[in-house]
């Protein structure tokens, strides 16, 4: 069976543009978050979704949207860019609630000039 | 809030040696937590959990970690290291039912 995917793999955008990053979790699994690692970091919650709801928000601004599809899979978007969004956009997918195991997705590199 | 330190950035250890990663939690009550291994330009992949039960927890690659509530402690142990643990390594918490709140992380360097 196919992991979490996700696309693009890097990515490079100019302040201020927009930019949309995609999730594709694992069959079956009803579950997606993301989450941002900047270089040298440990990953910073963004969202998580389940069964098309949004279920949490971690703590950054509204220039950060995101939404799940009916086959589960999500984008994250990105309005506005600012340089320090420059990092790795990781996607987990899990079955269920949280305490299911998480799978994260290889990640999209997204650098900011 | 509920959070992970880990302590240590930078661990260093030779080819079959014991390999100790270190992690502490704060929590008011008894949390979820987990190690993952990151290997450079890849995702994140789970190596073991707490939840429940039995506070010795044994993951893939030879790692476990013991969960110790008065210490408020989750560390991670392997007996012999092997050149291929070279990876960074993440302690995190569930604080909730929705987020999953990760350390700095621990960055291996295993020496021949």
């Known amino acids: 069976d196919a992991g979490v995917t996700q696309s693009p793999t890097h990515l490079i955008k100019t302040r201020g543009q927009h930019v949309t990053l995609r999730c594709s979790p694992i069959?079956?699994?009803?579950?997606v978050s993301w989450y941002q690692q900047v270089l040298g970091q440990g990953p910073q919650f963004i969202f998580q979704?389940?069964?098309?709801?949004?279920?949490g928000r971690g703590n950054f601004p509204d220039r950060f949207s995101a939404r799940q599809f009916p086959n589960y899979s999500s984008e994250l978007n990105v309005n506005a860019l600012l340089l320090g969004d420059s990092a790795l956009y990781l996607c987990?997918?899990?079955?269920?609630?949280?305490?299911?195991?998480?799978?994260f997705g290889p990640g999209t590199r997204l650098t900011v000039t | 809030a509920q959070s992970v330190t880990q302590l240590g950035s930078h661990v260093s250890v030779s080819e079959g040696a014991l390999v100790l990663l270190r992690c502490n939690y704060s929590?008011?009550?008894?949390?979820?937590l987990f190690w993952y291994v990151q290997y450079p330009n890849q995702g994140l992949q789970l190596l073991l959990k707490?939840?429940?039960?039995?506070?010795l927890v044994k993951g893939i690659n030879g790692f476990e970690a013991e969960f110790k509530k008065s210490e408020t402690s989750f560390h991670l142990t392997k007996p012999s290291a092997h050149m291929s643990d070279a990876a960074e390594y993440f302690c995190?918490?569930?604080?909730?039912?929705?987020?999953?709140?990760f350390g700095a992380g621990t960055r291996l360097t295993v020496k021949p």
């Open positions: 987990a997918s899990r079955a269920g609630t949280a305490l299911y195991e998480q799978y």
């Open positions: 069959s079956g699994h009803k579950s």
């Open positions: 979704y389940y069964e098309k709801e949004e279920r």
């Open positions: 929590s008011s009550v008894p949390p979820y």
């Open positions: 707490y939840t429940t039960g039995a506070t």
């Open positions: 995190a918490v569930i604080p909730n039912n929705n987020d999953m709140r």
